[in-house]
């Protein structure tokens, strides 16, 4: 059975940082391409950030590049989201997913980013 759980979201000031984890289960987790996606309020569902199987390759969306950074340890099948110098606009559900057959999706770590 496919499980993603993450963690680590909260609340946090203008400026502030968090980082984001998502422990992995029921499936070869370094086989994988992992994604992070986040879903503001009233909003579609937005790409953020991926990687790659080995962790070799990243892809982040304009709106983070620079301050969001994506990584994972296959050997604790966890991919993490490390969020700096977060922003109102961050403020969203925040998901991790992989395609496996389907996309799956974890039940998201709520981020809100206010003073």
């Known amino acids: 059975q496919v499980q993603l759980v993450e963690s680590g979201g909260g609340l946090v000031q203008p400026g502030g940082s968090l980082r984001l984890s998502c422990a992995a289960s029921g499936f070869t987790f370094s086989s994988y391409i992992m994604t992070w996606y986040r879903q503001a309020p009233g909003k579609k569902y937005e790409l953020v950030a991926s990687?790659?199987?080995?962790?070799?390759?990243?892809n982040y969306a304009d709106s983070v590049k620079g301050r969001f950074t994506i990584s994972r340890d296959n050997a604790k099948n966890t991919v993490y989201l490390q969020v700096n110098n977060l922003k109102p606009d961050d403020t969203a559900v925040y998901y991790c997913?992989?395609?496996?057959?389907?996309?799956?999706w974890g039940q998201g770590t709520q981020v809100t980013v206010s003073s």
């Open positions: 990687i790659t199987e080995a962790g070799g390759t990243t």
């Open positions: 997913t992989t395609l496996l057959g389907r996309r799956r």
